[in-house]
């Protein structure tokens, strides 16, 4: 079945260049747009898309309230948000992971970087891998790093399972983490659904914030 996308953005012109380069796509149907959050947010709850491709700074509504709209609906199944902006250091979407939603693009990323981000979120998976994404993590977490402390959770966790959040924190996939480690794919993702469990994550974004916030990764 087609990945289905609602696009969110209070510039037309976006809205209509992103629709038309997913909707090239044949796994990709684009279902719907809103020109500001507060439209989105009642969007997602109509139309239940897989994917949310959601503006950071919009009227009515800006992008992170819409979000956490969303991600707190609870809907089965979930509904991803990947946010768009233009900064690549920008508050805002720091505190959206810290939410709940999958990653966020650059709204100058290449074309085909915005149809792979679509797949990656629709698939479950954060959008943590591209060297920005990183970036902003480790900077903004390291203008908070006055108010890091160590996260009593972690104190819950196994050996293996910090070390499995640290990779994950780090932006390696499950089967990276496997050939890291000379372990199955499975077995990662048996440790990694601990992690997720113990510490009460929702998604691999979550546990690159917890795991910078915390201080068991540094930026660097």
Do not use: C, W
């Amino acid at each position: 079945m087609a990945i289905t996308v609602l696009i969110a953005d209070d510039q037309a012109m976006v809205r209509q260049g992103f629709g038309a380069l997913l909707a090239a796509q044949p796994d990709i149907s684009v279902i719907g747009d809103a020109p500001d959050g507060k439209v989105a947010v009642a969007e997602a709850a109509r139309l239940r898309p897989d994917v949310v491709l959601m503006d950071v700074r919009m009227p009515e509504m800006n992008g992170l309230d819409a979000a956490r709209s969303i991600l707190s609906a609870g809907f089965d199944p979930p509904v991803r948000v990947l946010m768009l902006t233009t900064f690549d250091i920008d508050d805002y979407v720091y505190e959206a992971l810290g939410l709940g939603a999958s990653g966020f693009l650059l709204k100058d990323a290449p074309a085909e970087e915005l149809v792979r981000a679509v797949r990656v979120v629709a698939a479950g998976e954060a959008l943590l891998a591209p060297t920005v994404t990183r970036r902003l993590i480790a900077e903004v977490t390291m203008r908070r790093s006055a108010r890091r402390t160590p996260s009593p959770a972690l104190a819950a966790l196994t050996p293996r399972e910090r070390e499995i959040l640290e990779l994950v924190a780090r932006g390696m996939s499950n089967t990276e983490i496997a050939e890291a480690l000379f372990i199955a794919e499975q077995t990662v993702k048996t440790h990694v659904s601990k992690v997720f469990t113990k510490l009460d994550l929702r998604d691999r974004a979550q546990a690159v914030v917890l795991a910078y916030e915390s201080g068991l990764v540094t930026p660097g």
